[in-house]
């Protein structure tokens, strides 16, 4: 027995040993070649530093974290830092860049894309994972979103904005767009916590219903409705899209939108989403539909394990369709697509605020989830705003007319009016 300790004991010391070169060969290939701004501090206390004056540094807390330091991917490395192997002392918003450096000099590039694994996407499956994410507690997000918690993507005039201003930017933008007048019927699909129908009856005098699947955003969007005196005109329900046209009936609306709610709705399940919209509008009714896209032309998920880090820990059988599969499903579903637009940029500027405004507020966060739920929300918001930033993945603004009959559109023959 004690012969079987040792030999095990000096066979995890020999890997040890043989990881740590590892890493200090990372270390040397970035001294030679890309020099980073980065210090790793090792278990016994030894310092490696990257080739700059660090900004960064890596405390690992567990010898088998080196691993992670000797063949990192973006994904080990968040993982690593959520379950607490690995502190990060620096801006987040920089650790996250350095990582996909790292992920570069050891070989595993976001480049290198890998084939989807597609999801069932039943209703029990997609209550389950809406809930996950958005059922984290209202004052989490309250620490971090706008005034409003409008949890989507801001726009951004100068880029000077506060995340308030762009909010209702945004806010606005899709009501433009959409074309919104007083007495309209508005359907908001993915409502969240009630910003854009609660800003759409206030502004536009429309009549808005907007329909979600987290409990906790329906019973605050109602609560709000209520206070504002809105629930006239304002309604805010616990129902699944799929289930809306049995509901409501067809043509019941003149406008649907749709913000930051088709990534959970599955590359499979695409065309039954649009189908459905269809039903719910009226012939040359408008959609807008707001989501996140991928960059690669197959709708393959982002490379070095990103995918499968965002899938576990954030967001549950998310799949992200490239803009030209978004666009086939919707033409063939009847709309007429009449404007596209990209809000990449938009959005990286959107989670810069939101990074830095919750690691403002570390203190306040954790009496609201516990450590590794918050570490996990650092690594994704952070990560989230790089990603944008270096167009791993893309944000579009779809706009389209219920064309199912011919003849022309309701729209003017410009796009003027988008923009006044």
Request: hydrophobic share 40%; with cysteine.
């Amino acid at each position: 027995m004690r012969a079987e300790g040792w030999f095990g004991r000096t066979t995890r010391k020999v890997t040890a040993q043989a990881v740590e070169k590892g890493l200090l060969r990372l270390a040397e290939t970035a001294r030679a070649r890309d020099a980073l701004p980065l210090d790793v501090v090792l278990p016994d206390g030894e310092r490696v530093n990257f080739g700059a004056p660090a900004s960064i540094t890596l405390t690992i807390r567990d010898e088998g974290a080196l691993a992670t330091l000797a063949q990192p991917t973006i994904a080990a490395l968040a993982e690593a830092f959520v379950d607490g192997r690995i502190d990060v002392e620096g801006p987040m918003l920089q650790a996250v860049a350095l990582a996909e450096r790292l992920a570069d000099l050891g070989g595993s590039p976001v480049g290198a894309r890998v084939a989807a694994a597609l999801s069932r996407h039943t209703k029990k499956q997609d209550r389950q994972a809406i809930s996950y994410h958005y059922d984290v507690g209202n004052d989490f997000y309250r620490l971090w979103l706008d005034q409003r918690m409008v949890y989507s993507c801001a726009y951004f005039r100068t880029g000077e904005e506060s995340i308030d201003e762009a909010q209702v930017a945004k806010l606005d933008h899709i009501c433009r767009k959409l074309r919104l007048a007083a007495g309209d019927r508005l359907l908001d699909i993915g409502c969240g916590w009630g910003g854009l129908i609660i800003h759409a009856a206030q502004n536009y005098g429309v009549k808005a219903i907007g329909i979600t699947l987290s409990e906790n955003q329906q019973r605050l969007a109602s609560e709000r409705i209520a206070a504002l005196g809105l629930a006239d005109r304002c309604q805010a329900l616990l129902l699944d899209y799929r289930d809306a046209p049995a509901r409501f009936g067809a043509a019941s609306f003149d406008k649907v939108a749709s913000v930051g709610m088709f990534e959970h709705v599955g590359l499979r399940n695409l065309g039954t989403y649009f189908g459905v919209v269809r039903e719910l509008l009226r012939e040359r009714g408008l959609f807008l539909n707001h989501g996140i896209t991928s960059t690669d032309i197959d709708s393959r998920p982002v490379g070095s394990g990103v995918g499968d880090f965002i899938g576990k820990y954030v967001f549950p059988h998310g799949e992200l369709p490239h803009v030209s599969l978004a666009l086939r499903e919707m033409a063939g579903q009847g709309f007429e697509v009449v404007d596209v637009e990209s809000l990449r940029m938009h959005y990286a500027k959107t989670l810069q605020h939101w990074s830095n405004r919750l690691e403002a507020r570390l203190d306040e966060a954790r009496r609201s989830v516990d450590e590794k739920t918050l570490r996990i929300w650092r690594a994704y918001l952070a990560g989230c705003s790089h990603g944008f930033a270096q167009n791993w993945i893309n944000i579009y603004q779809l706009l389209g007319s219920k064309q199912t009959q011919p003849g022309p559109t309701d729209l003017p023959l410009t796009r003027d009016w988008m923009y006044r």
